[in-house]
């Protein structure tokens, strides 16, 4: 099953929610998660982390006056491979860091996160458009 988070109340969200699937979860495109209802909410700034998609899926995030709501939709067809390396400045390379991409400017609803591995290199698949690329922590 899913966790949810419910108040029956005003409810001020900020920072970064993380998601994960429950072991042996499939996704697959039309399923919806609601992991945070209120009687009113505020979530300014409110950021995610959630499991990379399959090919072909991607997340999309809205926010509502009394939720947060996250689906899996199709990606669209034309996406582009995004990929980089992190090194440490004494030259060798970062394993472990969490990169998050977002859109300047945009709601910073929707971010999207790979963890470099233990070559320090990372990729993910993004929709055409401009990208700001940030490490996490």
Not at 112 to 121: K, P, Q, S
């Amino acid at each position: 099953g899913q966790t949810e988070f419910r108040v029956n109340g005003a409810l001020n969200l900020a920072g970064l929610l993380r998601g994960r699937f429950p072991e042996n979860h499939t996704p697959a495109v039309g399923q919806v998660f609601t992991p945070v209802t209120a009687t009113s909410l505020n979530a300014p700034g409110l950021r995610f982390e959630l499991p990379v998609l399959p090919a072909g899926m991607r997340w999309a995030a809205s926010l509502t006056a009394t939720s947060v709501r996250l689906s899996i939709e199709a990606s669209p067809v034309d996406v582009r491979q995004l990929a980089g390396l992190v090194m440490a400045q004494g030259g060798g390379p970062v394993a472990g860091l969490v990169v998050q991409v977002t859109q300047p400017g945009g709601s910073g609803l929707l971010l999207v996160t790979a963890a470099t591995d233990a070559t320090g290199n990372y990729s993910m698949q993004l929709p055409p458009g401009e990208w700001q690329v940030q490490p996490v922590g």
